[in-house]
């Protein structure tokens, strides 16, 4: 695979501030952890296509201990380097001695975002992600605008442009531009109405539950890209819920997790967020369900390490905490309920399918869940499941990286659709994942391959959904 020249059109404010040792201690303190064994290098994505030191886990680690440490200034190469991090914390999973990347990376990048705040292009990207992407509504809305003018005339007349110029930043983001649901009729967005409502859709899938059994109680988070771009899935894990059975809610009042605003350097609008989903869940009241349920790898990820937002001692962050333990996966939860798709088979014979299973970077190396979602897909009979030659590495979706990023995003996604032919045996029929930008990225890849019309890409509930309604049907809508 090739390498890639990384933009360069970042920019910041006086390139020779220096950083007090109070805005990055704990980034310095966790950056002199690091033995530069190099083990991080394989597994780090952006350092695969752009082939540099200082794009890898060990390179950007030694140039914020040095910037923290005030031996180089935060220059041009230097945040060029943080900001093209995908930020998939592969490299703590490699990591022989556990060196929090996280944390240096998060450190470094709030003190950029605190000189970067009254650059126009920062406040837009604030104000795009506090009034759009963070209601399911609007954020359906552009994407159907988006997808409608990639339709018209002068839609067409600029991919004709973008293909003249192959590997442009125009045509990297008309890839991902393409991949936005198309408008068929009205784009849904799944929202809870009252608590223990139930989403549009949300019949319950094939299967029964157990005499006897109890039903536990299920908090369903339906979050903003999924309710938004997807809804169909939010509705796929009420019908697993459901099956499993247990007592479903969907909280009234929920709002967006704020995982996009807290990573962007808007930390102020995550904590009111956060806040309204406290109450909205019942964990400022002391009523939370036993299980609060993600079906977004991402939203799942930052809900596990967002009570550092408040203070020790104090409700909210007891609560939040509280929240971290009470979040799982749909996988998971199903998994440890002990049900899986397959005792719902009800007999006769099911249509061969070949699936890879794209993991979410933050729910793997995050959260730690790789085992149940691999678990409930092979547990269906006539499905063959592999994960990607490269065993599931990021996909380049990363949040918004494809949006601000897409010439980095498309190298990494070119590496991952290679490595899906890699397996061999031709396309596969489905490539599943668990996450709404993941779902959205490899749209985008099976485009850039060439295999629209041939492979279908689905989250997890949504096709473990489809098929146990329709075991002997048709393959499922082609991408």
């Keep these: 695979m090739r390498a890639v020249e990384p933009p360069r059109n970042v920019a910041v404010g006086d390139p020779h501030h220096t950083v007090t040792a109070i805005g990055l201690a704990a980034a310095q303190g966790e950056a002199a952890r690091c033995i530069h064994c190099g083990f991080c290098l394989p597994a780090c994505p952006t350092y695969q296509v752009l082939g540099l030191e200082k794009h890898s886990p060990r390179g950007r680690i030694q140039l914020v201990k040095a910037w923290a440490e005030g031996r180089v200034d935060a220059d041009e190469g230097l945040i060029e380097a943080l900001d093209l991090c995908l930020g998939c914390r592969a490299c703590e999973t490699a990591c022989p001695v556990d060196v929090r990347y996280g944390v240096i990376l998060e450190a470094a990048r709030d003190e950029l975002a605190q000189r970067r705040a009254g650059q126009p ?22 994407a159907r605008l988006a997808a409608r003018f990639l339709h018209s005339a002068a839609g067409r007349q600029l991919e004709m442009l973008a293909a003249r110029r192959p590997g442009s930043w125009l045509a990297a983001a008309l890839t991902f531009a393409r991949a936005l649901p198309s408008p068929r009729g009205r784009l849904e967005a799944a929202r809870p109405s009252s608590s223990g409502g139930r989403l549009p859709g949300s019949a319950a899938a094939p299967g029964t539950t157990a005499p006897g059994r109890s039903r536990p109680r299920a908090a369903l988070f339906a979050g903003c890209a999924q309710a938004g771009l997807f809804p169909q899935v939010n509705a796929a894990t009420a019908s697993l819920l459901a099956a499993a059975g247990f007592q479903l809610e969907v909280p009234a009042g929920q709002v967006c997790c704020g995982a996009l605003h807290r990573h962007h350097g808007d930390p ?212």
């Design 121 to 142: 292009a920062n406040i837009l990207l604030k104000l795009a992600l506090r009034h759009v992407a963070a209601y399911p509504r609007r954020l359906g809305l552009a």
């Design 268 to 479: 102020e609008h995550a904590r009111a967020l956060l806040r309204r989903n406290l109450q909205a869940f019942g964990l400022l009241r002391g009523e939370p369900a036993e299980v609060i349920v993600f079906n977004a790898g991402g939203c799942l990820a930052w809900i596990k390490e967002a009570a550092s937002l408040f203070p020790a001692g104090t409700p909210e962050h007891a609560a939040a905490r509280q929240l971290g333990v009470l979040a799982k996966d749909v996988a998971e939860v199903l998994v440890e309920r002990g049900w899986t798709p397959g005792d719902a088979v009800q007999g006769g014979q099911r249509r061969s399918l070949r699936v890879v299973y794209q993991p979410s970077c933050h729910l793997t190396h995050v959260c730690g869940v790789t085992d149940a979602p691999l678990r409930l897909l092979r547990s269906l009979p006539g499905v063959t499941v592999a994960l990607p030659s490269d065993g599931g590495t990021c996909c380049g979706s990363a949040g918004i990286y494809n949006a601000l990023h897409p010439q980095v995003s498309a190298a990494v996604l070119e590496r991952k659709m290679a490595a899906i032919a890699a397996l061999g045996g031709g396309p596969p029929d489905v490539i599943v994942t668990s996450n709404p930008g993941c779902h959205l990225q490899m749209l985008a890849g099976v485009r850039q391959a060439g295999l629209a019309g041939q492979v279908a890409v689905m989250q997890l509930p949504e096709f473990i959904a489809w098929y146990l309604a329709r075991p002997r049907g048709p393959l499922p809508p082609a991408a």
